[in-house]
């Protein structure tokens, strides 16, 4: 009973994990943009996400090693300050992000600025962050991510895509002059999606709650449902995005315009129920990326780490949990609109991904960690896809960014 | 896979591993180690060295004046090898985490910086 | 190892002069057109919401928030980007804007004021606006 339990938990809390600013962002755009014209986007992410996520839970489970510890130890100092400093870069302007769209959250509900909600939302992040132990980080946020839903059956209570926009499923439709802002959104969604924050995140999880050999199969459980049911949330944004946003000529270009693909079925309920949504989801993000950093430098760096401990038991993680907030609030308070950071944000890290998945290829193939259970032939021709993908984004994503003027 | 005493094994089961006390506490990586060369003609591995210059002189030499002026030598340690009870990807040592000099930096911040926010347990 | 790296990058910079030799991208002024034309829409679909009971006003509110960073500045923007049309069709796009600014600044989300007339004027602008952007 107890197992089934501690696997739904680790449902819910993929679920919530795979909605962010950035995934928001993305699929309310394409959706309004170019319909269903990028829900291969979404799938193709989707899948890379969930081989991802179990491969590094079963090395986790197995080696008890997290995964920024395995990229020192096995690749070395110097090769293990590639991923450091990008994601340092990337997680940033990320974090501020997921801030800011906390921030927006608020302020749709209570109607106030959100320039003045922006450090509050700080603020709750630390709370949370400072003290709360894992199994809350874990849980909280996810359980009002569930609201999530919603998504799905407001596409059912507006009847579903139309015909002609279901052709646009293979056949998109993308105008000369959008070609970049097309490519660029691809991009951007697989970046937003394949987030290396995650990864990071889940493994010191692993640790955290002390996976061993024997929760293999909660590791698979957790990735597929997990990041599936996700997906759909993310999938139902686009559809909506299509359906609400784009006969409207409404481009989705702030996070406020996209509740209203919910106020429309739903009427002030919707909007609300999107704003908690969003609320959750981003709250949720924004503990995953301030961890993730602070995780993969403690880890990194051999200090004491771990959020069921009090902060003076591992003072230097806490505070590297302490400066990065601060430095997320410095960016917001440059006042750049949440959804183009969570955009801003997605790109970097899409830049990037090669380096931060490059580890991938190497650690799942060893059996000093893995013993017996090394990658087979077709992960690892898994993991070549996903790098080869990962590439081409890097290399593209900027250029496209600079045509396509940011989306 | 933790190796035992008489098992051979290469530097990578060192630098850059994880030490940790016998109290289960982690107190930092092995930057770099220190090599005697012995008068029956044998090359000794004396002790582990842990600390920022180190680390900087390892992998990045051009700037490692630049971190000895910075840092004065005041977080550089060492260890002598016969306190590893065990190698590998973690390396287990024979005394207590209060018997070390490393770690240490923990101790300072929680007292000096974090004790002056509220819920940090000080 | 200086000519290997100058030669990984050729490729890629093909690429993006083959791109942009190909009109993948619209013009400066499409672009702003095309943004304002939507922030126009999303406007008046928001304040026909907040008075047909489907937004509370503190949505409402807060969504106009978020129009007015986005347009702020338009009118200043739109003479001077690449890509702008005649000076007379630039005109029209400009006093079909000004309402629609007004709007945006002053909405009106209680009864007393004449909101159908805001909406009339945030249509008629976001339809000027996107077909001068091409859409």
């Known amino acids: 009973m107890k197992k089934w339990l501690s696997i739904t938990l680790g449902i819910v809390t993929a679920t919530g994990g795979f909605l962010d600013a950035g995934t928001i962002a993305t699929a309310g755009e394409s959706g309004a943009k170019f319909g269903l014209g990028l829900v291969w986007a979404v799938l193709v992410s989707t899948i890379a996400v969930v081989l991802l996520v179990e491969m590094i839970g079963r090395f986790t489970a197995l080696s008890k090693k997290t995964y920024a510890e395995a990229i020192r130890e096995n690749l070395g100092f110097r090769f293990y300050l590639f991923p450091l400093i990008s994601e340092i870069i990337a997680e940033s302007i990320m974090l501020a992000a997921e801030l800011g769209g906390i921030a927006i959250a608020l302020s749709l509900i209570t109607g106030i600025s959100w320039h003045i909600m922006f450090p509050i939302a700080a603020i709750l992040v630390f709370v949370m962050a400072w003290r709360a132990p894992f199994d809350w980080i874990e849980n909280a946020p996810a359980l009002l991510g569930l609201l999530t839903l919603s998504f799905v059956v407001a596409v059912v209570a507006l009847g579903g895509p139309s015909r002609q926009l279901l052709s646009t499923l293979w056949l998109p439709h993308v105008q000369q002059g959008d070609v970049a802002d097309y490519l660029y959104l691809a991009a951007a969604t697989l970046g937003a999606t394949i987030s290396p924050y995650l990864l990071y995140f889940y493994s010191s999880g692993a640790r955290e709650e002390n996976w061993s050999g024997k929760s293999l199969l909660l590791n698979i459980v957790t990735a597929v449902a997990g990041m599936g049911f996700g997906s759909l949330g993310s999938l139902a944004l686009v559809f909506l995005g299509a359906i609400v946003l784009l006969p409207l000529h409404i481009q989705a270009t702030t996070l406020g315009e996209l509740g209203l693909v919910l106020a429309k079925p739903f009427g002030p309920v919707g909007a609300l129920i999107f704003a908690l949504t969003l609320f959750a989801t981003c709250f949720g993000a924004a503990l995953e990326v301030v961890l993730a950093v602070s995780y993969n430098i403690a880890q990194g760096f051999g200090w004491e ?27 917001g308070l440059i006042g750049i609109d949440p959804l183009q950071l969570a955009l801003l944000g997605s790109t970097v890290i899409a830049l990037f991904l090669p380096i931060s998945l490059w580890p991938f290829l190497i650690l799942m193939n060893d059996s000093q960690y893995l013993g017996e259970k090394t990658n087979g032939r077709l992960a690892n021709i898994a993991i070549i896809c996903i790098l080869v993908i990962a590439f081409v984004v890097a290399i593209v994503s900027i250029p496209l960014e600079i045509l396509s003027g940011g989306g | 896979m933790p190796r035992e005493k008489d098992d051979i094994f290469s530097i990578r089961d060192i630098i850059d591993s994880q030490l940790v006390t016998s109290d289960g506490r982690r107190i930092g990586r092995v930057a770099d180690i220190e090599v005697e060369w012995r008068d029956d003609g044998s090359l000794v591995l004396t002790s582990l060295v842990i600390g920022p210059q180190a680390l900087v002189r390892r992998t990045a030499r051009p700037i490692a004046m630049i971190a000895r002026f910075l840092l004065r030598n005041r977080f550089e340690h060492t260890i002598p090898i016969s306190d590893v009870t065990q190698f590998g990807p973690t390396l287990q040592l024979r005394r207590a985490a209060a018997d070390y000099d490393v770690g240490q930096a923990d101790r300072w911040i929680a007292r000096y910086i974090l004790r002056w926010i509220p819920g940090s347990g000080y | 190892m200086m000519q290997r790296s100058r030669k990984k ?66 009118d200043q923007q739109l003479p001077v980007q690449s890509g702008a049309p005649s000076k007379q069709s630039l005109q029209q796009l400009l006093t079909l804007s000004k309402p629609a600014m007004q709007a945006i600044q002053h909405p009106c989300l209680t009864a007393t004021c004449d909101w159908q007339a805001q909406v009339k004027a945030l249509n008629a602008a976001s339809a000027a606006f996107l077909k001068a952007g091409g859409s």
Not at chain 3, 24 to 49: E, K, M, V
Not at chain 3, 53 to 71: D, P, R, T, V
């Open chain 3, 9 to 74: 990058y050729a490729p890629a910079v093909l690429l993006l002069l083959l791109l942009t030799g190909c009109q993948i991208t619209q013009s400066a002024f499409a672009r702003t057109a095309n943004n304002a034309g939507a922030a126009f829409a999303a406007a008046s679909t928001t304040l026909t919401y907040a008075h047909t009971g489907k937004l509370i006003n503190a949505y409402a509110q807060s969504s106009f928030e978020n129009y007015q960073s986005e347009l702020s500045g338009l």
């Open chain 1, 305 to 331: 780490w771990g959020e069921n401990k009090k902060p003076v038991e591992a003072a230097r993680f806490n505070l590297v949990i302490v400066l990065f907030l601060l430095i997320a609030v410095a960016i």
